[in-house]
């Protein structure tokens, strides 16, 4: 298995629009091209942001690498974002005044009982993970 946790730090003002975002645009379109949803949970950071995270769980990597491309290829999915982002100032202003940290990593399990069937030998992981937001 290969698990992905993606991680935000959120602007508190902006919260529940990217919340809102999540849920009606980019959940239904990984989910609809087998990605798994493991939970999405989020916490106060600080005074003013929230961190909000994700876990992701996928057969393999190389299921992950498939399924991401079906992602950023559906047209009417990156359609949808591009409109989003124009709505509150474009994918910059986005990144720069609601969304201040992202982070798409791999995650492992401490678990005793697991016998490492999660990690990947694919050195191309983290490039693949950080280039993506």
Do not use: C
């Amino acid at each position: 298995m290969f698990y992905r946790r993606k991680y935000y730090i959120v602007k508190n003002e902006f919260v529940e629009i990217f919340n809102s975002h999540f849920n009606e645009i980019n959940l239904p379109n990984q989910t609809k091209h087998g990605a798994r949803l493991v939970g999405r949970w989020m916490s106060q950071h600080d005074e003013s942001t929230t961190e909000i995270f994700a876990i992701w769980e996928y057969d393999s990597y190389e299921t992950y690498r498939a399924i991401e491309t079906k992602v950023r290829g559906d047209m009417e999915h990156v359609s949808k974002i591009e409109q989003w982002y124009e709505k509150f100032g474009g994918r910059e202003n986005v990144f720069k005044e609601y969304i201040l940290d992202v982070k798409n990593d791999q995650i492992f399990s401490t678990l005793s009982n697991e016998n490492n069937q999660n990690e990947s030998d694919h050195q191309d992981v983290q490039f693949w993970l950080k280039t993506e937001k």
